[in-house]
Nanobody, 120 residues
Framework: QVQLVESGGGLVQAGGSLRLACAAS????????MGWYRQAPEKQREWVAT???????NYADSVKGRFTISRDNAKNTVYLQMNSLKPEDTAVYIC??????????????WGQGTQVTVSS
């Protein structure tokens, strides 16, 4: 079993910053791509950013230039630094990872999410 646990969410004023973290634990052989998604009330889940095992990053246009994704492979942890936050960034932020649980088996895992609320 593999668990992803997010932390760092909260309430912040527009223009402020937050740093999210997501730690993976359990029966992990290695972790490939890690990423963040978000889901606002009554909206579909939206991809935010991903980072490969080689640290190549990609961002949604809506967050490019404001958010930075990074990872610490020794800690099996991915981070999302969010700057210049806007009210439209308000959502539950959910961590995802492609985890190899053996040399031949890879599965997708999701965290429970952490709430980010940006006030105007």
């Amino acid at each position: 079993q593999v668990q992803l646990v997010e932390s760092g969410g909260g309430l912040v004023q527009a223009g402020g910053s937050l740093r999210l973290a997501c730690a993976a634990s359990g029966s992990i052989f290695s972790i490939n791509t890690m990423g963040w998604y978000r889901q606002a009330p009554e909206k579909q889940r939206e991809w935010v950013a991903t980072i490969t095992s080689g640290s190549t990053t990609n961002y949604a246009d809506s967050v490019k230039g404001r958010f930075t994704i990074s990872r610490d492979n020794a800690k099996n942890t991915v981070y999302l630094q969010m700057n210049s936050l806007k009210p439209e960034d308000t959502a539950v932020y959910i961590c995802a990872a492609k985890v190899k649980i053996s040399i031949l088996t890879q599965r997708d895992y999701w965290g429970q999410g952490t709430q980010v609320t940006v006030s105007s």
